[in-house]
T-cell receptor
Framework: DAGVIQSPRHEVTEMGQEVTLRCKPI?????LFWYRQTMMRGLELLIY????????DSGMPEDRFSAKMPNASFSTLKIQPSEPRDSAVYFC??????????????FGSGTRLTVV | DAKTTQPTSMDCAEGRAANLPCNHS???????VYWYRQIHSQGPQYIIH???NNETNEMASLIITEDRKSSTLILPHATLRDTAVYYC???????????FGSGTKLNVKP
């Protein structure tokens, strides 16, 4: 199993540009999560999907952020337009969630975004 | 989800047991205790979880008090590679979301 795959690993972009982060969850997992990590705010949950449907996007900072999951094997997080304060490491995680509890997440290696 | 309280940092000598405490005094009956760790620049890594019984796996042991208001993660023989931030999280039975707090920075020293 290749684990959760995120691309790109590093992204440097200029303020105002559109940025798209990509995630491939573990095959068979039914839930996908996007997190953002900064020194100031730690790990923040942005949005999560269950069976490709967005369930809770209350953590998405503003309308500049959007996320999609067109199928069970792919998700994107888009920032348009990007701003310097969006600079952070963005993590994707997936999980098999169902009755019985006790399911953990598997995280990807993250995308380090720098907006200049 | 119940909130958790962890020390900001701890030191441990290499080869010794590392005992990381976590308080979760408002935990409810169907909430699990999870532990994750994050080694510098990597994604968080699942370690162990439990409901009320003590648990052990190849990475660590989890000791949960009888009243479930606190728990301890034990790394039996810490190595330098165990230096990381350790997060204690309480999550509901069918509740999907994990909220990460500040965690404990464990420094394993030679």
């Amino acid at each position: 199993d290749a684990g959760v795959i995120q691309s790109p690993r590093h992204e440097v972009t200029e303020m105002g540009q559109e940025v798209t982060l990509r995630c491939k969850p573990i095959s068979g997992h039914n839930s996908l999560f996007w997190y953002r990590q900064t020194m100031m705010r730690g790990l923040e949950l942005l949005i999560y999907f269950n069976n490709n449907v967005p369930i809770d996007d209350s953590g998405m900072p503003e309308d500049r952020f959007s996320a999609k999951m067109p199928n069970a094997s792919f998700s994107t997080l888009k920032i348009q337009p990007s701003e310097p304060r969006d600079s952070a490491v963005y993590f994707c995680a997936s999980s098999l969630v169902g009755t019985g509890g006790g399911y953990g997440y598997t995280f990807g290696s993250g995308t380090r975004l720098t907006v200049v | 989800d119940a909130k958790t309280t962890q020390p900001t940092s701890m030191d441990c000598a290499e080869g010794r047991a590392a005992n990381l405490p976590c308080n979760h005094s408002t935990i409810s009956g169907n909430e699990y205790v999870y532990w994750y760790r994050q080694i510098h620049s990597q994604g968080p890594q699942y370690i162990i979880h439990g409901l009320k019984n003590n648990e052990t796996n190849e990475m660590a042991s989890l000791i949960i008090t009888e009243d479930r208001k606190s728990s301890t993660l034990i790394l039996p023989h810490a190595t330098l590679r165990d230096t990381a931030v350790y997060y204690c999280i309480v999550r509901g039975y069918n509740f999907n979301k994990f909220y990460f707090g500040s965690g404990t920075k464990l420094n394993v020293k030679p």
